[in-house]
C-alpha cells in the first residue's frame, strides 16, 4: 500500500517539473514474474525507472540504506521502502548466494523485479560490464527478462550531485522479452551465464545508445580514484 501512496504523491510531481518519456511499455508482462534488468546511471533512476508501469517494481538494494540512524536514516528507510526496495547485504560470498535467493523469491510470487546488472551507478555515463547474477536469476526462475534502459538520467543528475539539473528530460526504453529458454537447466555453467548476461548488456546498449567498456563499474570507480589521486 505504502508503495502506491508514494507513487500517486510522486508521479504528478516528476511529469510536472521533469516530463519523462517512455517507450515499449506495452513490452512489460501484465502478469506473473517478469525480471527488469536496467543501466544504472544515477540516484534518479529510482524515481523515473518504475514510475510508467501499473505494476509494483521490487528492487534489491544495499543494505546501508535501511540501517542509518536519526532523521535522515529515517527518511532513506521511508524513500527506499516506499520504492519497492528490498534490502540485501552486498558484500559477496554467502551474501551475494542470500541476495540471489530474495530475487527468486520475488519472482516466485509472480512479482517484477528489478535489478542493475553492472552492480553500481556508472561513474561516468558509459555502459559497464555486467555481473552474472542476473542470468542466474533468468535462469532458475524462467522468468521473461525486459531490457530496461534509463536514457538522460547521467546528464540530470550524475553520481554526487545532490539535486538535478531542470531542464533536461528523462526516458525509459522498455525492450522486448529475451528468450534463454535455450539455456534453462544449464544455470551452473559459468560461460553460459557470461553468455547470457552479455546478452543483456548488448540488448541494454542497444537500447540506451550508451558506450559500452568491458569492466566492471566498480573497477573503474577505483581505476579514476586512483588517477585523481596521482593528479592531484
Known amino acids: ?32 514474474p517478469v525480471i527488469l534488468a536496467g543501466n544504472h546511471l544515477s540516484f534518479a533512476d529510482h524515481f523515473f525507472g518504475a514510475v510508467f508501469l501499473p505494476r ?10 535501511f540501517t542509518g540512524r536519526g532523521l535522515k ?5 521511508a524513500f527506499f521502502s516506499g520504492v519497492g526496495t528490498v534490502p540485501i547485504d552486498r558484500s559477496g560470498g554467502k551474501a551475494s548466494e542470500a541476495a540471489l535467493r530474495t530475487g527468486l523469491r520475488v ?57 538535478p ?3 533536461i528530460r528523462p526516458g525509459v526504453r522498455y525492450g522486448k522479452p529475451l528468450d534463454f529458454s535455450r539455456y534453462y537447466g544449464m544455470e551452473g555453467d559459468r560461460l553460459v551465464l557470461r553468455a547470457v548476461t552479455d546478452e543483456i548488456m548488448y540488448a541494454l546498449m542497444e ?3 550508451q558506450e559500452y567498456v568491458d569492466k566492471y563499474a566498480a573497477s573503474a570507480k577505483v581505476e579514476m580514484a586512483r588517477a585523481a589521486r596521482k593528479s592531484s
Open 1 to 32: 500500500m505504502f508503495y502506491w501512496v508514494v507513487k500517486a504523491i510522486l508521479w504528478p510531481i516528476l511529469h510536472f517539473v521533469f516530463r519523462p518519456w517512455a517507450e515499449g511499455v506495452e513490452n512489460v508482462p501484465k502478469e506473473g
Open 165 to 167: 539539473r531542470f531542464g
Open 207 to 209: 537500447l540506451s545508445g
Open 107 to 163: 519472482l516466485g510470487e509472480n512479482q517484477v523485479l528489478g535489478i542493475y546488472p553492472e552492480g553500481t551507478r556508472s561513474p561516468d555515463g558509459r555502459l559497464y560490464k555486467g555481473k552474472t547474477g542476473v542470468a542466474r536469476l533468468a535462469l532458475e526462475s524462467r522468468a521473461p527478462v525486459i531490457p530496461w534502459a534509463m536514457v538522460n538520467t547521467f546528464e540530470m543528475m550524475p553520481p554526487g550531485r545532490l539535486f
Open 73 to 77: 536514516g529515517l527518511i532513506s528507510r
Open 56 to 65: 509494483k517494481v521490487i528492487s534489491l538494494g544495499k543494505a546501508e540504506y
